[in-house]
């Protein structure tokens, strides 16, 4: 496979490891309040501007960073078939881990009589294999946001990107950047014009958590809805993860300097006060300063945090479950001793499932490219 725009120079340095262990936590931070009182009233984010949640704002970042991640993976990688079981490896295994744990851990602890006929065990499966948030039955009875993990409805949008770049490889759509840009500037827009997803989640007040997903994942979806998502929600998470990519095509000409992040600090502030534009804010001026922080960042001590092990995704796995099972056994506990509990505990699970899980998946996937195992996106 040819390397995409690399024919001459080097690639500015990044390092994103930080990066992606600090928007997990952000990811705790911002659905502690709602799954201790049922709203969103008091997440930090939502107050301050009142369109965007700090989760998600978290989960933005994570396209972002996976964005150019995944292009570059491409890039280096000798064959399509096997930039698709890199990419198979790194979701599957951590998921499927969490998927297991709460059908069976978490359903007991959460109250779940278990139903184990013929048919809720297919259900169960072929929801795993597609990708799907896990349900077993009636969990955590009488508490905000009964489900068993209500992070893992991005997960399926992840992958679809990753096949999105497998067809932009083959294509060899990948060689030709100015394309690239054209598309991604026509999912902004598109995500510009449809932009009540925030709007919505605001409403309901369950921004942050997928509260579209959770709603329709609680009854019985059709198949169209679970093979292919939302339509919202594909196009805002296409055009973050293609801004990411667009970041790494054009790195070369991109300058980072002080007085960009300035400018970029003050509109993306700008355009999250607004529902317009809260998508083209975080998917340019974001994008910006996510890249900044991973260049200017990358020959300091913080390039060395969660950089050979990874454990954000983990935390972003099992930090619901753990902080819905801490609110459903402590009913006592306030909400900062719950969310830094749920931090602890999920850091601690991360480790595992990145040393146990996910870095041995990485290494069988990557065959001769086993020498350095480097951090992939969530």
Known sequence: MTNTANSSGTRNRMSFGFLRLG????????????????????????????????????????????????????????????????????????????????????AYFGGVRFDFSAISIFVIIVKAILL??????PVFDGTPYPTLNGSAWTIAYEFRCYIFVLFLGVSRLLK??????????????????????????????????????????????????????????????????????????????IPFCVGYIVFSSLFLGIGLCF?????????????????????????????????????????????????????YYFHGIGLVESGILTLAISSIVGYVSWIVVEMPALFLARGKERSRVFAGPV
């Open 275 to 327: 529902y317009s534009s809260v998508n083209i804010a975080v998917a340019l001026f974001g994008s910006y300063l996510i890249f900044s922080a991973a260049r200017n960042c990358a020959d300091t001590f913080l390039a060395r945090i969660n950089n050979n092990i990874d454990i954000s995704y983990g935390i972003y796995l099992y930090a619901w479950p753990i902080n819905k099972l801490i609110l």
């Open 176 to 253: 030709r950047r100015y394309i690239i840009l054209l598309i991604t500037v026509a999912f902004v827009v598109i995500g510009t014009i449809y932009n009540n997803h925030y709007q919505l989640d605001a409403q309901s007040q369950s921004s942050g958590i997928g509260a579209s997903e959770l709603q329709s994942h609680s009854m019985l979806v059709t198949w169209k809805s679970i093979l292919f998502g939302d339509f919202r929600n594909n196009v805002r998470f296409f055009a973050l993860f293609l801004a990411g990519s667009c970041f790494y095509l054009f790195s070369r000409e």
């Open 23 to 106: 928007f997990a936590m952000l990811v705790i931070i911002s659905h502690a309040p709602a799954l201790y009182d049922g709203n969103q009233d008091r997440e930090i984010l939502r107050r301050l501007f009142g369109t965007i949640s700090f989760g998600e704002l978290a989960v933005d970042a994570f396209f972002i960073i996976s964005g150019y991640l995944i292009v570059s993976s491409y890039d280096r990688t000798n064959s399509p078939s096997l930039y698709m079981a890199k990419r198979i490896a790194r979701i599957y295994p951590g998921y499927l881990t969490s998927y297991l744990m709460c059908v069976t851990v978490v």
């Open 132 to 137: 799907q948030i896990p349900e077993v039955g």
